[in-house]
């Protein structure tokens, strides 16, 4: 089964610093990998998904990027952090069971301050 | 993509069952339902899945009727550490894009 890790943890970063989330996935190849962020109390906004490596589509428009430069590796990135950036922050695996199932990481908590 | 629609908020009892509905009008010929559990700073994670009728495995029920318009998550005997977000999605096996709602909060209480 698929393992997803997610690094770091948590992370505080001030206002205009840049930002570089980690996803790393396990356990499958060529797969499906999102990153979605959680508000707190709300659910879960898909932000980018990915095919395939070098392929990303964003579903919202936002100061956030998103790379694959691995088949299992998925990169969140900011050139300059704004205070609603803050949040948690989830990647998530297509499962391979030929069912339309997500494998989550652990997720990383990222406050703007 | 199909809709969904839930109750924001639920509560319980410890030992009693919790059926938490979805309706999903839209719903696609090629459209699976899937139910996730969420825990407070963590990820969620798959609790059942189905296309029609029932499907249960050890840790829940689901019911579908033959409409499949909405969509019945049975929680048997809840217990505190049930206490979550617990989401319902609609989509098909083919594709890569799931939009989760906001949930339904269950609180369960001693």
């Known amino acids: 089964s698929q393992t997803i890790h997610q690094w770091p943890a948590t992370l505080v970063q001030p206002v205009g610093s840049p930002l570089s989330l980690e996803c790393t996935v396990e356990?499958?190849?060529?797969?499906?990998l999102y990153w979605y962020r959680q508000a707190a109390g709300r659910g879960l906004q898909l932000l980018f998904y990915?095919?395939?490596?070098?392929?990303i589509s964003s579903e919202v428009p936002q100061n956030l990027s998103a790379s694959r430069p691995q088949d299992r590796q998925f990169i969140l990135s900011s050139k300059k952090l704004l205070l609603s950036d803050s949040g948690f922050y989830l990647c998530?695996?297509?499962?391979?069971?030929?069912?339309?199932?997500?494998?989550f990481g652990p997720g990383t908590r990222l406050l703007v301050l | 993509l199909a809709k969904t629609t839930q109750p924001i908020s639920m509560d319980s009892y410890e030992g009693q069952e919790v059926n938490i509905t979805c309706s999903h009008n839209n719903i696609a010929t090629n459209d699976y339902i899937t139910w996730y559990q969420q825990f407070p700073s963590q990820g969620p994670r798959f609790i059942i899945q189905g296309y029609k009728t029932k499907v249960t495995n050890e840790v829940a029920s689901l019911f579908i009727p033959a409409d499949r318009k909405s969509s019945t998550l049975s929680l048997p005997r809840v217990s505190l550490s049930d206490t979550a977000v617990y989401y319902c999605l609609v989509g098909d096996t083919g594709g890569f894009k799931t939009i989760f709602g906001a949930g339904t909060r269950l609180f369960v209480k001693a």
């Open positions: 990915s095919v395939g490596i070098g392929q």
């Open positions: 356990g499958t190849s060529n797969p499906n």
């Open positions: 998530a695996c297509h499962g391979t069971s030929g069912t339309e199932t997500q494998y």
